[in-house]
T-cell receptor, first 114, second 110 residues
């Protein structure tokens, strides 16, 4: 089975722009979670989607949003980018609808905001 | 507030020895705890999961202990190899919430 894929792998944006990141989960996995990883804060949970519905949300501002499609693929959007949004964005999939399950992570999208 | 602490300093261990990594937490009662490995430029990879009613879990050269009284988990790699060099993350789960520690960098010296 193919693993979790994320596109693009690298991205450079400027402040004020918006960005959309994409994640394709492992075939058959219906839950997709998104995380932000920075050296200072570590890995922080953004949100989780299951069957096109957001089930959980972390403590991030409303500029961070996401969605999931009927084929379980997910996108994450960040609007009005700030310098502090520079990070590695990871998505993880799991078979069921809970972050309590083992999660399978993708390679991440490294976002640099200038 | 809920807090997870892992050794912030890198850990250097001689090849063949046992590496022990620590995960401490406060203001939290996890239902279970997971350990992940992360290599540079890659996403974390799941290693082991231990539930709150389990004291110890083993998988090949890996062993995890979970002490809910001390609020601590220890992660051991026996007969360590240079290929074990990576960052190791612990994660706590309860009620559909997951919190990750910042990780400990482990260097196995040949």
């Amino acid at each position: 089975k193919a693993g979790v894929t994320q596109t693009p792998r690298y991205l450079i944006k400027t402040r004020g722009q918006q960005v959309t990141l994409s994640c394709s989960p492992i075939s058959g996995h219906r839950s997709v979670s998104w995380y932000q990883q920075t050296p200072g804060q570590g890995l922080q949970f953004l949100f989780e989607y299951f069957s096109e519905t957001q089930r959980n949300k972390g403590n991030f501002p409303g500029r961070f949003s996401g969605r999931q499609f009927s084929n379980s693929r997910s996108e994450m959007n960040v609007s009005t980018l700030e310098l502090g949004d520079s990070a590695l964005y990871l998505c993880a999939s799991s078979p069921t609808s809970s972050t309590l399950e083992t999660q399978y992570f993708g390679p991440g999208t490294r976002l640099l905001v200038l | 507030s809920q807090k997870i602490e892992q050794n912030s300093e890198a850990l250097n261990i001689q090849e063949g020895k046992t590496a022990t990594l620590t995960c401490n937490y406060t203001n939290y009662s996890p239902a279970y705890l997971q350990w992940y490995r992360q290599d540079p430029g890659r996403g974390p990879v799941f290693l082991l999961l231990i539930r709150e009613n389990e004291k110890e879990k083993r998988k090949e050269r890996l062993k995890v202990t979970f002490d809910t009284t001390l609020k601590q988990s220890l992660f051991h790699i026996t007969a360590s190899q240079p290929a074990d060099s990576a960052t190791y993350l612990c994660a706590l789960n309860r009620d559909d919430k997951i919190i990750f520690g910042k990780g400990t960098r482990l260097h196995i010296l040949p």
